[in-house]
């Protein structure tokens, strides 16, 4: 069935970076748009970042000019490089398929938490 698992969350000072990793499975994974949305606590989940199938990226304007998305079809593998951290990018940050296909899969997430 179709998983999405991601990792590379952790606390991280302002300022810092951090690779996020997202390994999908159970689909084509080459044929499918990606994206990373993040949730902050007490908030609604946000769009982050989007790669088309042929990694054309398209970024939220809050996060613009400081994360960047990429993809890996070989491993199936989407990734979120975040640098310049502020404490708003803290949230669980979690990857999906795009398309009406994946409307009710989510992985786990991973946490993010920028702080001193």
């Known amino acids: 069935q179709i998983q999405f698992v991601e990792s590379g969350g952790a606390l991280v000072q302002p300022g810092g970076s951090l690779r996020l990793s997202c390994v999908a499975s159970g689909f084509s994974f080459d044929r499918y748009a990606m994206a990373w949305y993040r949730q902050a606590p007490g908030e609604s989940r946000e769009f982050v970042a989007i790669?088309?199938?042929?990694?054309?990226?398209t970024y939220a304007e809050s996060i613009k000019g400081r994360f960047t998305i990429s993809r890996d079809n070989a491993k199936n593998t989407v990734y979120l490089q975040m640098t310049n951290l502020k404490p708003d990018d803290t949230g669980v940050y979690f990857c999906?398929?795009?398309?009406?296909?994946?409307?009710?899969?989510w992985g786990q997430g991973t946490q993010v938490t920028v702080s001193t």
């Open positions: 790669v088309t199938n042929d990694n054309q990226p």
């Open positions: 999906k398929g795009i398309g009406q296909t994946f409307s009710s899969y």
